[in-house]
C-alpha cells in the first residue's frame, strides 16, 4: 500500500496527478529549463520534501530525452497550450 508523506503541500501532489496522466506535456522548471514530458516514473526519498520525477522512461523512446527533477523545482505546466499548473507569478 503506498502512503504519502503529510507533509507535502497540494501542490506536489497535483503535479503528480497531471503528469500520470499519458499525454504531452511541457514542463517549466525553476531554472528555466522547459522539458517535454510524455510520461513518468516517480517516488519519494524517505525524510524528502517533494516527490522526484523522472521523465520518458516508461516506455522508453529513444527519441526523447530523460530529465529528472522535484515536483519543488516545477513551476509551470501545459498540455496542448492549455496552462494545468502555474506557480504564483510563473507562466501567466
Known amino acids: 500500500m503506498m502512503t ?6 497540494d501542490d506536489d501532489q497535483k503535479i503528480i496527478d ?3 496522466i499519458d499525454e504531452r506535456y511541457e514542463v517549466l522548471l525553476r531554472n528555466n529549463a522547459l522539458l517535454d514530458v510524455r510520461n513518468i516514473a516517480w517516488g519519494q526519498d524517505f525524510g ?3 516527490f ?6 516508461s516506455p522508453y523512446d529513444p527519441g526523447l530525452p530523460c530529465d529528472f527533477f522535484s ?19 510563473n507562466m501567466q
Open 48 to 50: 524528502e520534501r517533494g
Open 71 to 89: 515536483t519543488r523545482d516545477v513551476v509551470g505546466i501545459r498540455c496542448g497550450g492549455k496552462v494545468l499548473f502555474a506557480a504564483p507569478s
Open 52 to 57: 522526484h520525477i523522472t521523465t520518458n522512461i
Open 4 to 9: 504519502y508523506d503529510r507533509s507535502l503541500n
Open 18 to 20: 497531471i503528469l500520470s
